[in-house]
């Protein structure tokens, strides 16, 4: 059975920059795919699980330094957050956060 859909999710994390911690929290929008694979059968039929996360949006929700206790704010310094973001696998968190929930997966293929 292969599924497809759609999913967002709300993560956090902390970031380093020039040697101060930044608390982030951030939304990730993307697609997600699953192919339970088929491990019976005939060996010309059976072929392992796939599945894969595509994150198309990243959306960064809110930016707090640890001293200040404010939110941080600026474009260099938010676009250096992103950057340490994306730096993390935000693709495998969309997926992982999909195969948990209860959302509905759509039509089988």
Same mark, same amino acid.
């Given at each position: 059975?292969?599924?497809?859909?759609?999913?967002?999710?709300?993560?956090?994390?902390?970031?380093?920059?020039?040697?101060?911690?930044?608390?982030?929290?951030?939304?990730?929008?993307?697609?997600?795919?699953?192919?339970?694979?088929?491990?019976?059968?005939?060996?010309?039929?059976?072929?392992?699980? #796939?599945? !894969?996360?595509?994150? +198309?949006?990243?959306? %960064?929700?809110?930016? &707090?330094? $640890?001293?200040?206790?404010?939110?941080?704010?600026?474009?260099?310094?938010?676009?250096?957050?992103?950057? #340490?973001? !994306?730096?993390?696998? +935000?693709?495998?968190? %969309?997926?992982?956060? &999909?195969? $948990?929930?209860?959302?509905?997966?759509?039509?089988?293929?």
């Amino acid at each position: 059975m292969i599924r497809k859909g759609s999913h967002e999710c709300s993560r956090s994390a902390e970031v380093t920059l020039d040697g101060r911690q930044y608390f982030v929290e951030y939304t990730l929008r993307g697609k997600c795919y699953y192919d339970e694979g088929r491990l019976y059968g005939p060996p010309e039929n059976c072929y392992p699980p #796939e599945s !894969e996360g595509e994150v +198309l949006e990243l959306r %960064l929700d809110s930016v &707090w330094g $640890e001293e200040e206790g404010v939110p941080c704010v600026g474009d260099i310094f938010l676009s250096r957050i992103r950057a #340490e973001i !994306e730096t993390l696998p +935000l693709d495998d968190y %969309l997926l992982e956060s &999909w195969m $948990e929930s209860d959302y509905d997966y759509g039509p089988e293929e």
